[in-house]
């Protein structure tokens, strides 16, 4: 991954999937934080589990100076592959999921989306991870997470 990991980069981790259909924020909004960012010259990394095969050829189409580390390596686990990469992320994005519990490290911060989860519940003691949760705009539907309000969170923790 130091062969990958360019020092004169920043980059940003989105991990746009989730086990299930109601924690999974709209892919349109993963998409437009990815462009915002790399429009601001950060590079994107995208985690993309075989749940994700439906979005890939889009996200692909959309990014194609992305990294996947996931594609870049088989001497490792995905699991050890998503470890290690946080040690070269400003940041990463995640629903509620397997691969934001990964993303997890303590390496970089993670903002954790939630729909009809508890997020205090389901988030380990990290000053690390923000939670954003559909309730703070008055659902428990995480489609109603507001994308600029994402981007703020983001840009406090990569722009300051």
């Not at 130091?2 to 709209?26: H, N, V």
């Not at 970089?108 to 009809?116: D, T, V």
């Amino acid at each position: 991954l130091s062969k990958i990991f360019q020092p004169k980069y920043k980059y940003i981790g989105i991990a746009p999937g989730a086990g299930e259909q109601d924690k999974i924020w709209p892919i349109d909004n993963f998409i437009n934080i990815g462009k915002y960012f790399e429009n601001k010259l950060f590079k994107i990394v995208w985690f993309l589990g075989p749940d994700e095969e439906n979005i890939k050829k889009l996200i692909k189409n959309n990014f194609s100076d992305s990294i996947y580390p996931e594609e870049l390596t088989n001497k490792f686990s995905s699991f050890e592959i998503v470890m290690a990469t946080t040690k070269y992320l400003s940041c990463a994005i995640a629903n509620d999921s397997g691969i934001s519990h990964i993303l997890s490290t303590k390496n970089c911060p993670l903002i954790k989306l939630f729909g009809k989860k508890d997020p205090k519940k389901f988030t380990p003691k990290n000053n690390q991870i923000i939670t954003i949760s559909a309730n703070e705009f008055n659902s428990d539907d995480i489609s109603y997470i507001d994308e600029n309000f994402v981007i703020d969170k983001i840009s406090q923790l990569v722009c300051s």
